[in-house]
């Protein structure tokens, strides 16, 4: 039997059971003890919590995200780091009254379509075996099976479909080369009706229910995928009183996806969503008589041309950290400010070696 520790969460108070083998945040999480984070795999330092007492194992936690003094200090990253005893961590629980908190579950997923819909872009829809309830903006976690390239991972795709669609879920997933879960699988071997485990929602880059403010949506890639979830939250039911303009940033039309049904959504919806797809490496005859409210350039130039000031929206950030920091340095210099700006960086495996790009600007 697998041994467990109980494991107190100050300033809240609140104690959850933690397996050995289970991280800290896992185990909170499916308690319904919300703790932040980002990217749950130890690379972005969103967890950090001190250890008043007890020990820890840390995991896979990135040296740059935890340096060796911080260890040295007590500091640990409860999204990879398990118990050796029990424990007494604080953390920083910032809650956000207006944002309902979803306990983590464990799911079984059927695949049910699988298409390329972008070049090395694939859109991944599956039915789960139960309804889930999720905020707009959330993800969950795959896990890649055993294979050639090793023992079972787990990755994270952001959902794209609205939190209305309780079983039926949409991804849009970006091919890695070298890739474990997309070039070795979702590229790879998985097909339509395979079943795969998930779990989830995780991640706080969530649509604020209760801020009316023109809502400025920058996505690179696939980074446009949780935005989607929003947009189309939003639209749906009234989930959003403000105004939305998303700008979805690609090199190459190629590489744009769900062009037509972005513009769709902006033809019926004139007085609320504005939809401007950017390509940084290609010009309006690339594009041809689809240009119509296309941008050339950097999303981030697009962005300062069409806004004197952004001074009374909000940002939502999502995709490769370095658009994403490019992105804030942007909205910044257009005078919003670090708490009007929500960042999800797609931080991979590769990050972790890396460091990523952190920005001491704003909190995760
Ligand atoms: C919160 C969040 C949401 C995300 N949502 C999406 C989404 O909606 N769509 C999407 O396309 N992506 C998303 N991502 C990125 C996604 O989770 C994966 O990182 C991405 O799909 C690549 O996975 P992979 O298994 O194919 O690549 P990996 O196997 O993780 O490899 C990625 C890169 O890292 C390198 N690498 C791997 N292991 C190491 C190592 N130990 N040391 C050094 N380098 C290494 C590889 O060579 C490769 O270049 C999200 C990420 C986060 C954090
Ligand atoms: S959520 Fe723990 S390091 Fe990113």
């Avoid at 594009?287 to 119509?292: E, F, I, M, N, W």
Wanted: glycine content about 10%.
């Amino acid at each position: 039997m697998t041994t467990t520790h109980t494991i107190t969460v100050e300033p809240l108070g609140r104690e959850v059971t933690c397996r050995e083998d289970q991280s800290i945040l896992d185990a909170c999480l499916r308690s319904g003890v919300w703790l932040p984070h980002s990217c749950t795999h130890g690379t972005c330092g969103t967890c950090k919590a001190e250890v008043l007492d007890g020990e820890v194992d840390h995991g896979a936690a990135s040296s740059f995200a935890l340096m060796d003094y911080e260890r040295d200090e007590g500091r640990l990253l409860p999204c990879v780091a398990t118990p050796r005893s029990d424990v007494v961590v604080e953390a920083e629980v910032d809650v956000d009254e207006s944002v309902v908190v979803h306990p983590v579950e464990d799911f079984t997923a059927s695949v049910v379509e699988l298409d390329d819909i972008a070049l090395d872009t694939r859109r991944l829809v599956v039915e789960l075996d139960r309804d889930i309830t999720f905020n707009p903006g959330q993800y969950l976690k795959f896990q890649v099976p055993a294979g050639d390239g090793g023992p079972a991972v787990d990755r994270t795709w952001s959902i794209a479909s609205p939190p209305s669609s309780t079983r039926r879920l949409e991804f849009h997933v970006r091919r890695v080369p070298g890739g474990r879960g997309t070039d070795g699988w979702v590229f790879g071997g998985l097909a339509v009706g395979d079943r795969v485990a998930v779990s989830g929602p995780y991640g706080r880059f969530v649509l604020r229910p209760e801020d009316e403010r023109h809502a400025i949506l920058v996505g690179g890639g696939t980074g446009v995928a949780p935005l989607a979830s929003m947009v189309r939250h939003a639209l749906e039911d009234d989930g959003y009183a403000g105004r939305l303009t998303l700008y979805a940033g690609a090199r190459t039309r190629a590489q744009l996806y769900d062009v037509e049904a972005f513009r769709a959504l902006e033809a019926a919806h004139p007085d609320r969503f504005t939809y401007r797809p950017c390509l940084s490496e290609e010009g309006p005859e690339d594009v041809g008589a689809d240009a119509a409210g296309f941008g050339f350039g950097l999303v981030t130039d697009v962005i300062a041309a069409d806004h004197a000031t952004l001074s009374g929206c909000a940002g939502y950030l999502c995709g490769p950290p370095p658009m994403v920091e490019a992105a804030l340095k942007t909205l910044m210099s257009k005078r919003l400010f670090p708490r009007d700006i929500h960042r999800e960086d797609f931080f991979t495996e590769g990050d972790k070696a890396t460091g990523g790009v952190r920005s001491p600007l704003i909190k995760r």
